[in-house]
């Protein structure tokens, strides 16, 4: 079975300030990961994902995460954060040869001024 | 730009009435899904269909059922909603199932059953 588990449901951070979203994996096999944002009443947008090769990756908007397999961890980060960053994260993977999509249960971002 | 649609943004229906949600895209993309997602759960798959008149159940299936006549078209259907099944359904496509390919998501359609 493959499972998810995104270990922070809520993470309040200050603008300009750092953020990490930390993602937790489990799998038999081989894995493609993600990160979607959603923001408000919108649907996901793919973020970044990892498929091979280096495993630190870089998405849209500043953000970057790094593949740990000795760890099965996905952590998302970005080293400054935007009060347009406010919305809910969600990593997911996907079995190499399968087609389903495994998500997370989200974490919610909130950016203070 | 692929563009996943949904019919309705917000509905509201009462408990037994039949419900039907519409998802079009336009890339001409092979897969659809139909996802629920609710607080705390993250996205669940009801089903999805890769290719015209072809399904596969998901996680959650029971409650639902689908319809593909066409290929830019898939269609969640409600045979008798409940107070149970409000939530958030959110529509996928993506092109192949071979490899990695994105899924590209419609902004989603919030369902309140009374």
């Known amino acids: 079975a493959q499972s998810v588990t995104q270990l922070d449901s809520q993470v309040p951070v200050f603008e300009e300030a750092p953020v990490e979203l930390r993602c937790n994996y489990s799998?038999?096999?081989?894995?493609?990961l993600f990160w979607y944002v959603q923001y408000p009443n919108q649907g996901l947008q793919l973020l970044l994902k990892y498929l091979s090769g280096s495993t630190l990756v870089k998405g849209i908007n500043g953000f970057e995460a790094e593949f740990n397999k000795s760890q099965t961890s996905f952590h998302l980060r970005k080293p400054s954060v935007h009060i347009s960053d406010t919305a809910e994260y969600f990593c997911a993977l996907q079995g190499k040869g399968g087609f389903k999509t495994i998500f997370g249960a989200g974490t919610r971002l909130f950016v203070k001024a | 730009d692929v563009k996943v649609t949904q019919s309705s943004r917000y509905l509201v229906k009462r408990t037994g009435e039949k419900v039907f949600l519409e998802c079009v895209q336009d890339?001409?993309?092979?897969?659809m899904f139909w996802y629920r997602q609710d607080p705390g759960l993250g996205l669940r798959l009801i089903y999805f269909s890769y290719d015209v008149k072809m399904k596969e159940k998901g996680d959650i299936p029971e409650g639902y059922s689908v319809s593909r006549e066409k290929k830019e078209r898939f269609s969640l259907i409600l045979e008798s909603a409940s107070t149970n099944q409000t939530s958030m359904y959110l529509c996928?496509?993506?092109?192949?199932?071979?490899?990695?390919?994105?899924?590209?998501f419609g902004p989603g359609t919030r369902l309140t059953v009374l």
């Open positions: 890339m001409d993309h092979e897969n």
């Open positions: 996928a496509s993506t092109r192949s199932l071979d490899t990695y390919n994105e899924q590209f």
């Open positions: 799998s038999s096999v081989s894995v493609y």
